[in-house]
T-cell receptor, first 110, second 114 residues
Framework: RKEVEQDPGPFNVPEGATVAFNCTYS??????FFWYRQDCRKEPKLLMS???SGNEDGRFTAQLNRASQYISLLIRDSKLSDSATYLC???????????FGSGTRLLVRP | EAGVAQSPRYKIIEKRQSVAFWCNPI?????LYWYQQILGQGPKLLIQ????????DSQLPKDRFSAERLKGVDSTLKIQPAKLEDSAVYLC????????????FGPGTRLTVT
């Protein structure tokens, strides 16, 4: 079983739509969770951290369910500029080591 | 603030040839990472340096890959000899110690092995 599993998509949604991605992980010892964003042929960039209590940053909401070992990312009012691949990331056994999922591709159409 | 610099941006080589990639991290970032990202997959850590010491190289194929960071700043990653399956984007990232979750990535080197 992969350490981090994501639906590869693509999710094809119209502008203004709400879209949600889930990510499951296998290592219950993982301590920290993040979402990174990667535009086509660009480098990954940190989008937001994911806290147990859930956290929001503008149109983006991230949630963590430790009991079920999954993380979610909700994007409200999708913009064309949100089109990218969203990488689910968590810390491994050592807090410094990040494990990246394969990413979920989002396409926002006019 | 200047970002992570990498060169070359693209490289095409034949199998069994050797290749080297260069990375210059963000100034003041003591931690440097090399990742391999195969098309359709997430980045996979190859090696991590703290200053000029290796912290983790457990996923580095040491029979053909080597990396160094002699003065604790720039780093080079070498592949010798290359195989077809080494075709990937090689990403360098850096971070402050203790803030490994926020890694700043360079633009990457896209390697094609024919």
């Amino acid at each position: 079983r992969k350490e981090v599993e994501q639906d590869p998509g693509p999710f094809n949604v119209p502008e203004g739509a709400t879209v949600a991605f889930n990510c499951t992980y296998s290592n219950s010892a993982s301590q920290s969770f993040f979402w990174y964003r990667q535009d086509c042929r660009k480098e990954p960039k940190l989008l937001m951290s994911v806290y147990s209590s859930g956290n929001e940053d503008g149109r983006f909401t991230a949630q963590l369910n430790r009991a079920s070992q999954y993380i979610s990312l909700l994007i409200r009012d999708s913009k064309l500029s949100d089109s990218a691949t969203y990488l689910c990331v968590l810390s491994g056994d050592s807090s410094y080591k990040l494990i990246f999922g394969s990413g979920t591709r989002l396409l926002v159409r006019p | 603030e200047a970002g992570v610099a990498q060169s070359p941006r693209y490289k095409i080589i034949e199998k069994r040839q050797s290749v080297a990639f260069w990375c210059n991290p963000i100034s003041g970032h003591a931690t440097l990472y090399w990742y391999q990202q195969i098309l359709g997959q997430g980045p996979k850590l190859l090696i991590q340096f703290q200053n000029n010491g290796v912290v983790d190289d457990s996923q580095l194929p040491k029979d053909r890959f080597s990396a160094e960071r002699l003065k604790g700043v720039d780093s080079t990653l070498k592949i010798q000899p290359a195989k077809l399956e080494d075709s990937a984007v090689y990403l360098c990232a850096s971070s402050h110690p203790g803030q490994s979750y926020e890694q700043y990535f360079g633009p990457g080197t896209r390697l094609t092995v024919t």
